[in-house]
């Protein structure tokens, strides 16, 4: 059975750092496109990032990139997402999710497979 755990969330003030983990198990991260999606209160679902399946190519949501850095170790069978520079504006439940699509992809609607969620707060 395909799972997917998201841990690693928190609170942490603004301007600091947290790295989301997502451990997967009943696949290998190596052949699915693995995305991070983040939904705050009364908004939409939005795509953060992705690492596609074989070489490893990524993307990011223009709100984060330069901050976020997704990266994945295939020994641990996990993906990541290190989290830098955080803002109260990325408060949210983050999801980490998986896709058989090779290319990577910040598309809800491409992803099958998804984990339930941590919380990352931003405040002070």
């Known amino acids: 059975q395909l799972q997917l755990v998201e841990s690693g969330g928190g609170l942490v003030q603004p301007g600091g750092s947290l790295r989301l983990s997502c451990a997967a198990s009943?696949?290998?991260?190596?052949?699915?496109?693995i995305g991070w999606f983040r939904q705050a209160p009364g908004k939409e679902r939005e795509g953060v990032s992705c690492?596609?399946?074989?070489?490893?190519?990524?993307n990011y949501a223009d709100s984060v990139r330069d901050r976020f850095t997704i990266s994945r170790d295939t020994a641990k069978n996990t993906v990541y997402l290190q989290m830098n520079s955080l803002k109260p504006e990325d408060t949210a439940v983050y999801y980490c999710?998986?896709?058989?699509?090779?290319?990577?992809?910040?598309?809800?609607?491409?992803?099958?497979?998804w984990g339930q969620g941590t919380q990352v707060t931003v405040s002070s």
């Open positions: 690492i596609g399946s074989s070489v490893g190519t990524t």
């Open positions: 009943g696949f290998t991260v190596a052949y699915y496109g």
């Open positions: 999710a998986a896709t058989s699509y090779s290319r990577c992809t910040i598309y809800g609607h491409d992803y099958d497979y």
